[in-house]
T-cell receptor
């Protein structure tokens, strides 16, 4: 069964810092990987989708990379802002249309 | 924009009640999912449906059932609610198919069973 791990579980940084969130998965037979943001008590908002054949995707200050063979993805956030404070989750899409989620990284960006 | 709408943001129900959580999506997606999210356990798949009237058990189906009579609507049913079903419930939808399609989520339903 696919296992998805996110490290660190929590991260606190001062505003303006660049940071990297990590996601690893055990089965490299994935269709895609998706990064989400979740604000407290809310649903998940999709940030980036990387297809299995891609190496990276960018959206504004966010850049996500994928190394399928080693089972790793990173989410890079440039010039962090207090509004970036949230929990970030990664999910891989495997066989039978199922998505497997990590437990998330809780980010706090201090003003 | 894709919209996935869950019928309630907050629900409080009594132990033993039959509870219905409703989810509607407006993008003609084939796949719909129900997850529950608990601190320290992440998102766990309860059931998913890949077509009308079709369903498959996820990782934690016990105590739950689902119904998909129309493509846009996927209902989660707690047959007899228990306190250990107090949780955040999240509905999602996606296109069927491989690498091109992402999942979209509703706003969540916080269910408390007392």
């Amino acid at each position: 069964k696919q296992e998805v791990t996110q490290i660190p579980a929590a991260l606190s940084v001062p505003e303006g810092e660049n940071l990297v969130l990590n996601c690893s998965f055990t089965d490299s037979a994935i269709y895609n990987l998706q990064w989400f943001r979740q604000d407290p008590g809310k649903g998940l908002t999709s940030l980036l989708l990387i297809q299995s054949s891609q190496r990276e995707q960018t959206s504004g200050r966010l850049n996500a990379s994928l190394d399928k063979s080693s089972g790793r993805s990173t989410l890079y956030i440039a010039a962090s802002q207090p509004g970036d404070s949230a929990t970030y989750l990664c999910a891989v899409r495997g066989n039978f249309n199922k998505f497997y989620f990590g437990s998330g990284t809780k980010l706090n960006v201090k003003p | 924009d894709v919209k996935v709408t869950q019928s309630s943001r907050y629900l409080v129900k009594r132990t033993g009640e039959k509870v219905f959580l409703e989810c509607v999506q407006d993008m003609d997606h084939e796949n719909m999912f129900w997850y529950r999210q608990d601190p320290g356990l992440g998102l766990r798949l309860i059931y998913f449906s890949y077509d009308v009237k079709m369903k498959e058990k996820g990782d934690i189906p016990e105590g739950y059932s689902v119904s998909r009579e129309k493509k846009e609507r996927f209902s989660l049913i707690l047959e007899s609610a228990s306190t250990n079903q107090t949780s955040m419930y999240l509905c999602a939808s996606s296109r069927r198919g491989g690498k091109f399609f992402e999942a979209f989520f509703g706003q969540g339903t916080r269910l408390t069973v007392v």
